[in-house]
């Protein structure tokens, strides 16, 4: 039999390994989600967005029911939705 304290048995340590890693430098750590082309197009659809509302408000037929509220304000505002979608889905990434 061992007569051997086990409190005095050294235990290796283990390290948990890092679940999130820190950034390198200071430029990783405030890189924004889009890059610079996915913002632009974005706030250019948004002015889509806006400019198709505004059209389709101008119409001035009873309920909307005349061509800048049926066809041209619905159009534009549909063109505003596209250029959101490849302005999200659009590659800007320099390393990937």
């Not at 039999?1 to 086990?6: A, G, V």
């Not at 198709?52 to 001035?60: E, N, Q, R, T």
């Not at 509220?69 to 800007?92: C, K, R, S, Y």
Request: aromatic share 14%; hydrophobic share 50%; charged share 20%.
């Amino acid at each position: 039999m061992d007569n051997r304290n086990p409190k005095s048995i050294p235990r290796p340590t283990v390290s948990k390994p890092d679940l999130v890693s820190e950034p390198k430098n200071v430029a990783e750590k405030h890189m924004f989600a889009f890059g610079r082309k996915n913002y632009l197009l974005m706030f250019l659809g948004l002015a889509f967005l806006a400019v198709g509302f505004i059209i389709m408000s101008l119409d001035k037929e009873p309920y909307g029911f005349g061509f800048l509220g049926l066809t041209l304000g619905p159009i534009v505002v549909f063109i505003g939705f596209l250029i959101e979608f490849f302005a999200i889905m659009a590659n800007d990434r320099k390393n990937g």
